[in-house]
């Protein structure tokens, strides 16, 4: 049996500018993949609505061969930061993931809401709880 799953963008690890890799990346509509391996192949996945943040990073050499580094922080129990390393186009990529994540939170009516703390260690709202 064979399930074919629609991929919106999918690359190598790439050594020197030129995909010579076993690990593979690709992006469905509602997750992201990683395959890593050639004799043993161990495949993992982050589901989009759970992913938290995205980050780019592109060193000299990386940006000599027109790859670079996107990094997926995400609530994941199994893969909590999915790194996808030395993939052509890190920026349009990033967007691409963003845009679907985006997507799929809106689809499933999720929200992470951000608690706002201060420095200081005053915890205002216990004192108002008291009065």
Known sequence: ???????????????????????????SEDRLFVSEGFLNIKDDEVLLYRVRDIDTRRSLWQRLFGVGTVTVISS?????????????DPVLVKELIHKQVEEMKIRRRVRFGEIA????????DLDDMDN
């Open 1 to 27: 049996m064979s399930i074919n799953i629609e991929c919106l963008w999918k690359d190598r690890k790439r050594h020197l500018g030129l995909p010579l890799s076993f690990t593979r990346y690709s992006l």
């Open 76 to 88: 994941d129990k199994t893969m909590p930061v999915l790194v996808l390393k030395n993939i052509k």
């Open 117 to 124: 703390t201060t420095d200081t260690g005053d915890d205002d």
